[in-house]
């Protein structure tokens, strides 16, 4: 399987990220940089590009847009889903990043691990809907899928 070399993204048109949600932002790009597994499947039977690739990650007209290029720029593949999908995982996310920030300044560990338990779950689950979403157009393992959705998260409102 292939992988990503490069991410943008394109929040422009946002408010800006909290410092917290901006940390998590730069620790997912890190780690995906680090260790990610994309794929482009053939299409129209044509075969995909084998990568490495670039990602710009963007929403334009109210759809998450994921642009693909090869290293050198040349574009690959352009896809757009949906938010609707996200929304509802992108909020809840957001809400309990709320909860375990403040946790971490004022709570007992054992309150702080219950959240964080909480708050993994809801990652995952986001994770696994940007799989579903993907599917047919990317080919992403659980890792690759869960700093991705970080990234979604970025650009989504809660």
Do not use: W
Request: proline share 7%; glycine share 8%.
């Amino acid at each position: 399987m292939t992988r990503l070399i490069r991410i943008d993204i394109d929040d422009s048109a946002l408010p800006p990220a909290t410092p917290e949600m901006e940390q998590e932002r730069r620790v997912a790009i890190f780690d995906l940089l680090e260790d990610n597994s994309f794929a482009l499947p053939g299409r129209e039977g044509m075969q995909a590009p084998p990568g490495p690739y670039a990602l710009h990650l963007a929403v334009r007209d109210g759809r998450l847009v994921f642009e693909i290029a090869t290293d050198g720029g040349d574009p690959v593949a352009e896809f757009h889903l949906a938010m609707g999908p996200f929304r509802q995982a992108v909020k809840d996310y957001s809400q309990i990043c709320g909860s375990y920030f403040e946790a971490v300044r004022k709570l007992p560990t054992a309150q702080i691990e219950a959240i964080d338990m909480a708050r993994r779950g809801i990652h995952n689950e986001g994770a696994r809907t940007l799989m579903e979403r993907l599917d047919g157009k990317a080919c992403v393992d659980i890792d690759t899928a869960r700093r991705l959705f970080t990234l979604v998260c970025a650009l989504v409102p809660g």
